[in-house]
């Protein structure tokens, strides 16, 4: 599994990567390789409020579905418009392309609390 070391993760297989004051994030490599080919990612709403740990949207695959959390509190300040007609980015790439939605974190500190890669993966 792809789990790239400058990013963080919750329990949940969401990662986080800082941008500025912001939070990009997605589901993780090993996330999408359970799920199997996505066909829907539901994203929240831009300038939603999302709760760490609480559901902030859905992924769609063949298989199943599954929530995705927020890995931090705050506001979505982006979503990512291009998995309404391609959420096989998420397959594809999951920590680039694949990204899902950006947060501006109430608190940044709450991102140093998430899982090292090393964590993550001593976790699977």
């Known amino acids: 599994m792809n789990h790239p070391s400058e990013l963080k993760y919750a329990r949940t297989h969401e990662w986080v990567k800082i941008e500025g ?9 090993h996330a999408q390789d359970e799920l199997g080919d996505l066909v829907y990612v539901e994203t929240p709403e831009v300038g939603s409020q999302v709760t760490a740990g609480e559901q902030a949207g859905v992924v769609e695959s063949v298989k199943t579905a599954s ?10 300040v982006e979503v990512n418009t291009n998995l309404e007609d391609d959420p096989d980015f998420v397959n594809e790439d999951p920590y680039g392309k694949g990204w899902i939605y950006k947060i501006k974190p109430d608190n940044m500190a709450d991102v140093e609390k998430l899982l090292t890669n090393e964590e993550y993966e001593a976790g699977l």
């Open 21 to 29: 004051d912001l939070v990009i994030t997605g589901i993780t490599d």
């Open 67 to 76: 929530d995705i959390h927020a890995p931090v509190s705050g506001t979505v």
